[in-house]
């Protein structure tokens, strides 16, 4: 059998038995590829499933009545490849996927069907997977992981589609033994029995988008047995320059069609009889569904927001009550504002998301909660859904706020442009009596280091603030020209002393253009005659940006030029040059500055650099913070005036690091230089992986905490991962000259756990010494930052202090509750004690603001220590924390809600807790209420416990690392 001619290079049919009509063997599997307008990527399509590694595969192409040569291609593949490819021609288009997915289907000759677009591609073992599945369970349906394929200038980006359905082989015998299967509603990631297809009567509704969503519910629910396998099948291309049926959303007609799809759905499930499913598939609409389309609305025409707000209004107005409850908390604010015709707070919470959202509502304090919007909700529903209390915009830095910044006016007038806007002030945070100052940046989009500082007027005016800025952009703007063509603007407002940074946004300024005649006159340095002035113009996301304007009379020239047929060419050329000389750039760029070439470029050239006696890289937390061991190392070197060269890393900020050291922010070329030279590491979890230390440099691991949880290879986890990552753990601990350890339990725990093979150092640990022998230094930093939080009012000072907790994928949960109700907590006992909540450091607290002044977020310190001084008692859960509170001898309590959490560490925790163990709110509160008698009644297990897991900390550590490891630094410089 020969190859067609239209088949992508280096194709071999892979079917070797006869598959022709005339009383040949059925296929296993039909693919049905529907087409329609794409002869271009068809014979990629139906590649992909000649090319399957399952014998006996037919594809049935379906030509939607396509008006290019779809349909010629189509039936010259089925010439060339008889028995394996057939053609059908619909006369006319149908619009939709429906009609030739059931032209396909009836057509079909295999035991088992598949969908495919032309425009996507199967993987390689899609049929074979699918089918040995479908055998081996018997299911009617087998679904399979879909990637989603971004193709972008060359270069592709993957996404799974609703990967965590897919983490395992699966088999439900109803879908309501999984109803979460709605989310993935796609056809083409499945493969269906044709005989289940016919006793149902399954078939794709026509003349109708989203056709599959209903398909695939109506097959879930008559399916006898589904399942699910963890391989890839299915490759989703998406092309930006192309525009696949589904993905044009701005036809009003096309969100019409998909609630109709929806209404028919729940009318199917309604017939089902099953209110639980309804409940899962309407979750979903407002999670997925109706978000992709109000995230877009900003850029929608007035009378398509105001259709689409009225139809979406309609159906939401039909769903159960309780979907507020099942979706997302953003999600369902959006879904209840839109139900309710508060089109822009919900427009404002659909764009509410990322790691730094703008916040474009305002917000409500209304009986120490905040809500969404303008308003305090009048109903009990309405206070429930917009309450966004945990978000914690009442209590965050001003730094963390983004709020949203209009611009109100700019004009240009005898060469002065004259910009003016207001920046939202959520519930009031920015006071009147502040003191408040702003400046306007204009920066390289390109090179942002490159920034135009333009002093601007800021006043407070009601729940906002007014700003303005004139300026002489000829003389204050001074562009390169060419080279550095677009410039986005910034507003940064000091309060206080603390930045807030705004992107000044036109999207309030209606649909048309308004500067659509604006021109700011400038003098680029080296182009004047290309470019003379700056046009305003909206980024996609709606913010203020600058764009050199080609209006001078080289450029002129040039265009009318570039107009001839020659110009035409030259043009297309020198773009397709720029291109190529662009691609190489940003590659060369990522290449040089990724963390591999740093990797290499450290163990092949750095670590051969001499190393300079005395430097000292210290690092806590991966950077995250001047905290733990390595702080107290640092400063008991300081105290005992050894002249070492002390290097600190930063993750993100250098805000809080000692001023005396050199800082370096972790992952940069300074940073790896510093440790390439460097005569010390001391860190507590691990410098990065990859890099050989050499042997002129001392590592000392401190770590940062005994072990009640497993750890390292104890780790299940740990066991079950390839070889690779086992491998990687043993790199790093591979890499340790010393260790500390605090007691005999962590070299029986910890130090076996991490296959630590590097000399033990039993001196305790650094960070503890304040906590044993009362370090003046330590208590007067306690002190202040007792005073720094204004708790000098006589209180008890309670510390919640507890471990991170992981979600269902092993990652931490983001956000954390107090342990107790905090209105509940300042009416039991706010008049005697204040909770200061101190959250793992990967996590945040959620904190209402009923909660006052007695019950406070204390996040933001950096070290821990100040805060265990000045605590009076400490509620933890597992948390190692636990060990060093305990040198205090002072009140401990362990809220441990999760019983399971007793279980799984080193020993048994109730068994040997130096305090009471509660599990429930009352029963914490009670405990703090007679916080007298736990002192006294657990003091004897308090001192057992630290006789136990605390038996090196003596008060001493600090010295005796320096002493042990420094004293020949002094030594060599006095001797110099």
């Known amino acids: 059998m020969r190859t067609g001619p239209h088949l992508p290079a280096g194709h071999v049919p892979s079917g070797s038995g006869p598959h022709g009509d005339g009383g040949a063997p059925a296929p296993d599997v039909t693919v049905v590829v ?11 399509a139906v590649g992909s499933a000649l090319r399957q590694s399952l014998d006996g595969v037919e594809v049935v192409v379906v030509d939607d009545g396509s008006r290019d040569g779809t349909g010629p291609l189509a039936e010259r593949l089925a010439d060339e490849l008889p028995g394996r490819v057939r053609a059908v021609r619909l006369p006319v288009n149908s619009g939709g996927c429906g009609r030739p997915r059931n032209a396909g289907v009836e057509r079909a000759r295999g035991r088992y069907v598949m969908f495919l677009d032309s425009d996507d591609v199967l993987d390689r073992h899609a049929c074979l997977n699918l089918l040995t599945a479908a055998e081996d369970t018997g299911a009617d349906l087998v679904s399979g992981l879909c990637a989603r394929v971004r193709v972008d200038r060359g270069r592709a980006r993957e996404s799974f589609w609703y990967p965590w359905l897919y983490q395992r082989t699966a088999v439900y015998g109803s879908l309501r033994d999984n109803p979460d299967l709605l989310y993935d509603t796609l056809a083409t990631n499945k493969l269906y029995r044709r005989g289940f297809l016919e006793r149902s009567g399954l078939r794709f509704v026509e003349h109708l988008h989203y056709e599959d969503l209903l398909f695939t519910a109506e097959a879930y629910l008559a399916a006898a047995r589904t399942a699910l396998i963890p391989h890839r099948v299915y490759n989703w291309l998406v092309e930006p320059s192309a525009r696949s049926i589904s993905n044009r959303r701005s036809d009003l007609a096309n969100f019409a069609d998909r609630l109709e799809i929806h209404r028919r759905i729940d009318a199917l499930l309604s017939r089902h009889g099953d209110e639980r499913l309804r409940l899962v598939k309407d979750a979903k609409f407002v999670k997925h569904d109706l978000l992709l389309y109000v995230r877009e609305l900003r850029h929608r025409d007035a009378a398509y927001r105001q259709g ?38 919900a427009l404002a919470a659909a764009e509410y998301r990322g790691k730094r959202p703008v916040l474009s509502t305002e917000l409500t304090r ?54 003016s806007g207001r920046v939202l002030n959520p519930l009031g945070r920015v006071a009147p009596d502040a003191d408040v100052s702003a400046c306007l940046e204009v920066y390289d989009r390109r090179r942002p280091r490159r920034v135009f500082r333009l002093p601007a007027a800021l006043t407070h005016a009601g729940n906002g603030l007014v700003w303005e800025a004139e300026f002489d952009p000829q003389r204050q703007i001074r562009p390169l020209g060419i080279v550095d063509p677009v410039w986005d603007v910034r507003l940064v407002l000091r309060v206080d002393g603390e930045g807030i940074v705004t992107r000044p946004s036109g999207l309030g300024l209606g649909d048309a253009d308004p500067w659509e005649h604006v021109l700011l006159p400038v003098r680029p340095r080296f182009s004047r005659l290309t470019a003379r002035s700056l046009r305003p113009c909206l980024t996609y996301r709606g913010s203020l940006a600058f764009v050199l304007h080609a209006d001078g009379p080289a450029w002129r020239m040039a265009a009318a030029m570039a107009r001839t047929r020659w110009g035409r060419r030259l043009r297309r050329g020198i773009r397709r040059m720029w291109a190529a000389v662009r691609r190489l750039f940003r590659a060369a760029r990522r290449a040089a500055t990724s963390r591999s070439t740093k990797t290499a470029v450290f163990n092949r050239v750095l670590s051969r650099l001499p190393v300079r006696t005395g430097t000292v890289v210290f690092e806590s937390h991966l950077g995250r913070r001047y905290s733990g061991n390595p702080k107290y190392i640092h400063r008991e070197l300081r105290r005992a005036e050894v002249p ?143 005073r720094s939080l204004g708790l000098e009012d006589g209180r008890r000072v309670v510390l919640y202090a507890p471990t991170f907790r992981p979600g269902p994928d092993g990652r931490p949960v983001w956000y954390m509750d107090p342990p107790v109700e905090p209105g509940r907590f300042v009416r039991d006992l706010g008049d005697a004690m204040v909770l200061l909540l101190r959250p793992h450091y990967l996590c945040r607290m959620r904190l209402p603001a009923v909660a006052g002044d007695g019950v406070r977020d204390v996040g933001h310190v950096p070290d821990v220590t100040p805060l265990l001084l000045l605590a009076d008692a400490l509620i933890t859960d597992h948390s190692s924390i636990m060990f060093d509170y305990a040198l205090l001898d002072r009140p401990l309590i362990l809220h441990v809600p999760d019983a399971a959490a007793l279980g799984g560490g080193y020993f048994d925790l109730a068994e040997h807790a130096p305090g009471p163990v509660t599990r429930t709110e009352d029963e914490l509160l009670a405990a703090l209420a007679d916080l007298d008698r736990v002192d006294a009644d657990y003091a004897g297990r308090r001192r057992d416990f630290v006789r136990r897991f605390g038996e090196y900390d003596r008060g001493t550590a600090a010295r005796a690392v320096v002493e042990r490891f420094f004293t020949t630094v002094r030594e060599g410089v006095r001797d110099g």
């Open 366 to 419: 209304c009986d120490g909660r905040v809500y969404w919007g303008r308003r305090c909700p009048s109903s009990a529903e309405g206070r429930r859904i917009l309450d966004v209390t945990h978000l914690g915009l009442h209590r965050c830095r001003l730094s963390e706020l983004r709020p949203l910044n209009t611009v109100t006016e700019l004009v240009v007038k005898n060469g002065r442009v004259r910009l």
């Open 34 to 44: 529907i087409a329609y307008n794409d002869a271009r990527r068809l014979p990629r």
């Open 644 to 786: 070492v060269r002390a290097v600190w890393s930063y993750d993100s900020s250098p805000q809080g690091f000692p001023e005396d050291a050199v800082l370096v922010r972790r992952g940069s070329w300074a940073y790896y230089w510093e440790l390439a030279r460097a005569q010390f590491w001391i860190d507590d979890q691990g410098f990065p992986d990859g890099l050989r230390k050499r042997p002129q440099t001392v590592y000392l691991q401190t770590w940062h905490g005994s072990a009640y949880k497993l750890m390292g290879e104890d780790q299940p986890r740990v066991k079950w991962a390839g070889r690779s990552e086992r491998a990687r753990l043993r790199r790093m601990v591979d890499r340790y000259d010393y260790f500390l350890v605090r007691s005999r339990h962590d070299v029986d725990t910890l130090v076996k756990g991490l296959g630590v093979r590097a000399e033990l150092l039993p001196v305790g640990y650094p960070r503890n010494d304040p906590l044993v022998n009362g370090d003046p230094d330590a208590a007067a930093e306690a002190e202040a930052l007792r």
């Open 308 to 345: 689409f707000c009225a139809l979406a209004a309609e159906y939401l107005a039909g769903l159960d009550p309780r979907v507020f409850d099942a979706a997302p908390p953003m999600a369902a604010i959006v879904a209840y504002l839109l139900r309710e015709g508060d089109h822009e707070a």
